[in-house]
């Protein structure tokens, strides 16, 4: 069994502000790790994903995620938010291996506004 | 890498019809699954499409309800049965690829509203 949990439904920062978006993640196998972008209207666009390699992932657009086993959390950040990351952010989970092999259970999603 | 499209894009239909829902990949592959997000919503995986037997459905969804087909590794078909307005959402197509099927694609989604 495998379950995702986003700390926030919605997150505010200002234009040049650290992003920083909450992930903890349950699975019965080691997993495998996974943020999805979604802008209004549009489909999934994937970030970036943890695959059992380095611990710390970079995907695009300047984002960046640790894998912390100890911690069970795979946060999500960015050093310098831009308005154009204004959207909602999937954390999503699937493991690697077992009868859950390549269906992934998405969180909640979080909502992050940039300000000017 | 997989290219995924699905027709129609977006849909308006009464309540009571069905819609089939198509998924073409532009490879061939062997785990494809379909996903539903209702509105303000995650996604959450309605079920496993599998090439040449029945479909493997999640907790809470039949079979009668949203019948699949899967005849070849690049299509497949959900079917939105016998249709109310908790039906009205994003339905979409997904496959994964690569060692332990770590890579993950998505198509574009339907978006169905039901009237």
């Known amino acids: 069994a495998q379950s995702v949990t986003q700390l926030g439904s919605h997150v505010s920062v200002s234009e040049g502000a650290l992003v920083l978006l909450r992930c903890n993640y349950s699975?019965?196998?080691?997993?495998?790790l996974f943020w999805y972008v979604q802008y209004p209207n549009q489909g999934l666009q994937l970030l970036l994903k943890y695959t059992s390699a380095a611990t710390l992932v970079k995907g695009i657009n300047g984002f960046e995620a640790e894998f912390k086993k100890s911690e069970t959390s795979f946060h999500l950040t960015k050093p310098s938010a831009h308005m154009s990351d204004a959207a909602e952010y999937f954390c999503?989970?699937?493991?690697?291996?077992?009868?859950?092999?390549?269906?992934?259970?998405f969180g909640q999603g979080t909502i992050l506004t940039v300000h000017p | 890498s997989a290219v995924i499209s699905q027709k129609p894009s977006r849909d308006i239909c009464q309540r009571g019809t069905s819609l089939t829902i198509q998924c073409q990949v532009d490879?061939?592959?062997?785990?494809m699954f379909w996903y539903r997000q209702q509105p303000g919503q995650s996604l959450t995986l309605i079920a496993t499409?599998?090439?040449?037997?029945?479909?493997?459905?999640e907790s809470g969804f039949v079979i009668d309800k949203f019948p699949i087909s899967r005849p070849n590794l690049t299509f497949s078909t959900l079917t939105v049965s016998n249709m109310s307005p908790e039906d009205s959402s994003i339905y979409l197509c997904?496959?994964?690829?690569?060692?332990?099927?770590?890579?993950?694609?998505f198509g574009p989604g339907t978006r169905l509203t039901v009237l």
């Open positions: 499409a599998n090439q040449g037997s029945e479909a493997t459905y």
């Open positions: 999503a989970v699937t493991g690697a291996g077992g009868t859950s092999y390549g269906k992934l259970t």
């Open positions: 699975s019965s196998v080691p997993p495998y």
């Open positions: 490879s061939q592959v062997t785990m």
């Open positions: 997904s496959v994964a690829i690569g060692v332990s099927y770590n890579e993950q694609f």
